[in-house]
């Protein structure tokens, strides 16, 4: 059966100048949990772009690695990084293509910092569709926490309100949730960079 893997639970959180993504820790396959310390949130860009992705393990970190190294590339060849619209675009395509020959079969959230300090959060999913959000869930998690962020998002929110927004739909999927998702790593992209925690 064809289909991107929703064990995996990615909330994804953005403000006027900061993005924040938390993805859970754990590595799992049908009844078996391999390990609780995976890193499902990768960093591109110098620190101004994160990319929180759910997914089988092999895709999930096959395609991580090839859009990193080639926004790596980008920034290499033409000394200044990719725009956030512009590395969504290339992930999207990236997904659009692959889906005709040998599909990733991943979802991602993708947000970041542009070079006037605006953030932006974009959603996609295996099939390649995109689309700009101010908050995002993927994975079976997003039927939970959707309503979380729903209710208790806000616009111009600071970091610290948004972080306990968060912490909220952690609380939700921990309470409500059958999978055991012990561990939440967070990553908060800012101005000054990328900061990782815990929940």
């Known amino acids: 059966e064809f289909g ?9 959180v953005t403000g006027d100048n900061f993005v924040i993504i938390a993805a859970d820790a754990s590595c799992a396959r049908s009844i078996l949990v391999y390990k609780q310390d995976e890193d499902k949130i990768v960093s591109m860009d110098n620190d101004t772009k994160l990319m929180g992705v759910a997914g089988d393990t092999c895709d999930r970190v096959r395609f991580s690695e090839y859009v990193d190294r080639n926004l790596a590339l980008h920034l290499m060849r033409w000394d200044r990084p990719m725009g956030v619209k512009a590395s969504a675009s290339f992930c999207r395509t990236t997904l659009a293509t692959a889906l005709r020959q040998g599909p990733f079969q991943v979802n991602l959230l993708l947000g970041g910092l542009d070079t006037d300090g605006s953030a932006s959060l974009y959603q996609m999913d295996y099939f390649g569709t995109m689309h700009k959000n101010a908050f995002g869930a ?18 111009g929110m600071s970091v610290e309100e948004a972080m306990e927004v968060v912490a909220k739909c952690v609380q939700v999927l921990r309470t409500r949730f059958l999978i055991n ?9 800012t101005p000054e960079g990328v900061t990782v925690s815990e929940l």
Not at 4 to 12: L, Q
């Open 138 to 155: 993927l994975g079976y998690g997003a039927h939970f926490v959707l309503s979380t962020l729903d209710q208790h998002y806000r616009e």
């Open 4 to 12: 991107c893997t929703d064990m995996d639970s990615v909330i994804g």
């Open 181 to 189: 998702l012990p561990r939440f790593i967070v990553k908060t992209c």
